[in-house]
């Protein structure tokens, strides 16, 4: 029900209160004339009573009712226009009121207690047009954001970060606790396997070369067949040598090659002169202005991509938000576990929330009133409540004249 309807409601009923008073008041000096002046009998003086009376009734409940909300007649009788004079005693009640009667632990805690978020949730989000318009809404958020930042602000506070991340690192700390971590793994293992491969192969393919080097550093007096035999010995064994090292995981030159990493990673770590060396490559590659190149180009890639993902209808950022958002809501909607566990902290923080804020509320309630203009104050109540009050000034105008009706009907009798 909008403002114009209630203004028209309580004009109409403050016309219907007036109208009966009007009417009591026409009732009331005919009968005084038929009585003075005409002789129509007993009864013109019942009727006169109790018109009388209901005219009596009338102003008195016109008044009570318009000392309320106005001055009656304009007239600035005291303990009238009560609202606009008690506004902030009827904030502060109000608000007191509202935090006594509904906001105490134990009228909410039935509410909070049926609280069932997750579900609800879950069924909103399952629909398709909802999470389009999720989707759309977060989109449209993140894009506006995108738009209001500025490119050197955002490349600044890039580079200031970096540097503060990077301006401490000590590359080998880092280097060696990279090898220490692959060693302690035996993902090394890998390499030595398929670099004693490799090997092997290179041998084998390339046994002419070894050949031709025995040849030429052999002695002139040696026979060609003695330098062959001896150029197959080595390819031979060297070839079955790395074969073992393949083939064998518990092999000793895996051992000690593994043995030679360890000591090379402790070697980084703790001699200076790897740590300055790896200092001056650090600080070549991560010079302020290549910082801040660094820290643009990112800055740049990724508003771009950002702004093309969140801009087309069917770009995979949002793919993967709908993807998401659906098995977000399949869980919400059957995951037992997790329905209990998203209500349970809802009711919670709500429940916590609400009782550690009911002053505010209260006070809020009561500034609220209180800053309200009190003409405006009172328009507003009147507003409200001002159409049933009318129904007090039409039953005191029709109880008023039953009453004076009965005293005048005893004062016959008497």
């Known amino acids: 029900m909008n403002e114009e309807i209630k203004k028209r409601q309580l004009r109409n009923h403050k016309m219907l209160a007036t109208g009966l008073f009007v009417l009591m008041t026409c ?17 013109v003086g019942y009727v006169k009573a109790f018109s009388e009376a209901a005219m009596v009734g009338a102003l008195a409940d016109w008044f009570a009712v318009t000392a309320l909300f106005h001055h009656p007649l304009g007239l600035k009788i005291p303990h009238t226009n009560l609202i606009e004079q008690s506004k902030e005693r009827i904030g502060d009640n109000l608000g007191n009121f509202v935090v006594t009667n509904f906001l105490s632990p ?9 609280l069932k978020i997750s579900h609800f949730i879950g069924e909103w989000l399952q629909k398709e047009k909802n999470s389009n318009i999720l989707v759309k809404n977060l989109s449209e958020i993140v894009l506006d954001i995108l ?33 220490e971590y692959l060693l ?38 040696i026979p060609s067949f003695v330098d062959d035999k001896i150029a197959e010995k080595i390819t031979s064994g060297l070839s079955k040598y790395f074969e073992e090292v393949e083939q064998d995981p518990n092999h000793a030159l895996r051992k000690e090659i593994t043995q030679k990493l360890f000591d090379f990673s402790s070697e980084i770590k703790i001699n200076p002169q790897y740590e300055q060396e790896l200092k001056a490559i650090k600080d070549d590659f991560l010079q302020p202005e290549k910082i801040h190149q660094y820290s643009h180009d990112i800055w740049v890639s990724l508003k771009k991509t950002l702004t093309e993902e969140l801009t087309e209808e069917h770009s995979s950022l949002k793919n993967y938000l709908h993807k998401n958002i659906a098995e977000f809501s399949e869980n919400l909607r059957t995951d037992e576990k997790l329905q209990h566990k998203i209500d349970h902290w809802v009711r919670v923080t709500a429940y916590k929330y609400i009782l550690r804020n009911t002053n505010k509320f209260g006070d809020l309630i009561a500034d609220t009133v209180g800053n309200w203009q009190g003409k405006e104050l009172s328009e507003k109540l009147e507003l409200e409540v001002g159409k049933d009050l009318q129904f007090i000034r039409i039953n005191g105008t029709l109880v008023g004249g039953l009453v004076g009706l009965l005293i005048y009907s005893i004062a016959q009798l008497i």
């Open 27 to 43: 009732i009331f000096l005919t009968m005084t004339y038929l009585q003075k002046y005409q002789n129509f009998g007993n009864w």
């Open 106 to 114: 134990q009228n909410i805690r039935p509410y909070i207690q049926n």
């Open 147 to 179: 738009q209001k930042l500025e490119d050197d602000v955002v490349v600044n506070f890039i580079s200031k970060k970096a540097k503060e991340m990077t301006g401490d690192i000590k590359i080998n700390q880092i280097l060696g606790n990279g090898m």
């Open 184 to 221: 302690e793994k035996n993902d090394h293992q890998k390499l030595i396997t398929s670099l004693s491969a490799q090997i092997k192969n290179y041998i084998l393919e390339h046994h002419e070369m070894v050949r031709e080097r025995v040849k030429k550093e052999s002695f002139t007096l």
